[in-house]
């Protein structure tokens, strides 16, 4: 399993930004995904949930209203687009996947909201 995220950056409070997660090595689209994200000495957090065929999606109560979890499963492909930034966002996002029984992880992007 490789997951590969991108898409991360520097942008002011209220902006926008679109994380993607490129996975290979595994059947993408029998997968549910997950996007976590994680600050400085704090556990990572889920922060979004997509089914294998993305029609159901589940989100943290920080990011309802304001995150937008999808997939293309033909790109092999998990997006995560990002509304209505706010400072406390700022952390780095990874993706995941539970594959036989394993947690697999990207490196992480970093998102940083600040003025």
């Known amino acids: 399993v490789q997951l590969v995220e991108s898409g991360g950056g520097l942008v002011q409070p209220g902006g926008s930004l679109r994380l993607s997660c490129a996975a290979s090595e595994f059947t993408f689209s029998s997968y549910t995904m997950s996007w976590y994200r994680q600050t400085p000495g704090k556990e990572r957090e889920l922060v979004a949930t997509?089914?294998?065929?993305?029609?159901?999606?589940d989100y943290r109560d920080f990011a309802k209203g304001r995150f937008t979890a999808s997939r293309d499963n033909a790109k092999n492909t998990v997006y995560l687009q990002m509304n209505s930034l706010k400072p406390e966002d700022t952390a780095v996002y990874y993706c995941?996947?539970?594959?036989?029984?394993?947690?697999?992880w990207g490196q992480g992007t970093q998102v940083t909201v600040s003025s």
């Open positions: 995941s996947t539970r594959w036989h029984n394993n947690d697999y």
């Open positions: 997509i089914s294998d065929t993305g029609e159901n999606t």
